[in-house]
């Protein structure tokens, strides 16, 4: 199964057949692809928990985060709406308290803006419902999970209003409105803040690099690794450069 998997992966990279194969000019031990804020904080953590192997972001734009991560909500989610034991779940809530943590330990800007989720009168069943679902969620224990965020504690303390609660809260809403969930712990984040403060984590350890402005060609399986090759576009034309990365 992993050799019909690492066949497929090796003609589907190199199917355009543009770009031949070339030895590589150096070599690292990770290369991380994409320098979004999933790839930054790979890139953070590889860097950080091991110091004495070199780590390598490669990011095609000519800065950092230029696609999803800069054209979104930068919204914190509650994390109460997905199946109750999914791993959108489990993910959304350890995440949620681990990504406010590191705000408050890195000085990016966030705010706990709280979040209504109100209804009608024939909807105060299914926002009934809601509640008692977030009063059963907990935070889950990954076994690594720091002892912060595992315990019986709940992960979402909401509450159920009336919708004149709500209106004190929203005085705009409707006054239709008869109920509603308050989900105090969703809130916003500066994501740009957040990318920069993971790349400055990655570009001062002591073996991670960031490049820009380098697209990744051709990839190749090597005997203890990958053999990527790259094109790196600078201000006075281009440049190809490869690199064997092991996995």
């Given at each position: 199964?992993?050799?019909?998997?690492?066949?497929?992966?090796?003609a589907a990279l190199n199917a355009s057949s543009k770009y031949a194969y070339v030895p590589p000019a150096f070599e690292v031990d990770y290369l991380v692809v994409?320098?979004?804020?999933?790839?930054?904080?790979?890139?953070?953590?590889?860097?950080?928990?091991?110091?004495?192997?070199?780590?390598?972001?490669?990011?095609?734009?000519?800065?950092?985060?230029?696609?999803?991560?800069?054209?979104?909500?930068?919204?914190?989610?509650?994390?109460?709406?997905?199946?109750?034991?999914?791993?959108?779940?489990?993910?959304?809530?350890?995440?949620?308290?681990?990504?406010?943590?590191?705000?408050?330990t890195h000085s990016v800007p966030y705010k706990k803006t709280g979040k209504l989720v109100v209804g009608l009168e024939h909807q105060r069943p299914y926002l009934?419902?809601?509640?008692?679902?977030?009063?059963?969620?907990?935070?889950?224990?990954?076994?690594?999970?720091?002892?912060?965020?595992?315990?019986?504690?709940?992960?979402?303390?909401?509450?159920?209003?009336?919708?004149?609660?709500?209106?004190?809260?929203?005085?705009?809403?409707?006054?239709?409105?008869?109920?509603?969930?308050?989900?105090?712990?969703?809130?916003?984040?500066?994501?740009?803040?957040?990318?920069?403060?993971?790349?400055?984590?990655?570009?001062?350890?002591?073996?991670?690099?960031?490049?820009?402005?380098?697209?990744?060609?051709?990839?190749?399986?090597?005997?203890?690794?990958?053999?990527?090759q790259m094109k790196t576009t600078g201000s006075h034309g281009s440049e190809e450069s490869e690199a064997e990365a092991d996995a």
């Open positions: 199964m992993v050799h019909h998997t690492v066949r497929g992966l090796r994409g320098g979004g804020v999933v790839g930054l904080a790979i890139a953070r953590s590889l860097a950080l928990n091991r110091p004495d192997k070199t780590t390598y972001l490669v990011e095609r734009h000519a800065r950092l985060g230029e696609e999803t991560s800069s054209r979104n909500s930068e919204v914190i989610h509650g994390g109460f709406y997905y199946p109750d034991d999914s791993y959108k779940t489990k993910f959304c809530l350890r995440g949620r308290k681990l990504l406010y943590e590191y705000c408050d009934e419902d809601l509640f008692r679902k977030t009063q059963s969620l907990r935070f889950p224990n990954f076994g690594t999970s720091p002892a912060s965020i595992e315990g019986e504690e709940s992960a979402v303390p909401a509450r159920l209003l009336t919708g004149d609660e709500a209106r004190e809260l929203e005085p705009d809403l409707s006054p239709d409105i008869a109920c509603a969930l308050l989900s105090p712990e969703t809130g916003i984040i500066d994501s740009h803040t957040y990318m920069e403060s993971l790349e400055r984590d990655v570009t001062e350890s002591e073996n991670g690099s960031v490049v820009c402005a380098t697209t990744v060609t051709r990839v190749d399986t090597a005997e203890d690794g990958w053999v990527v």
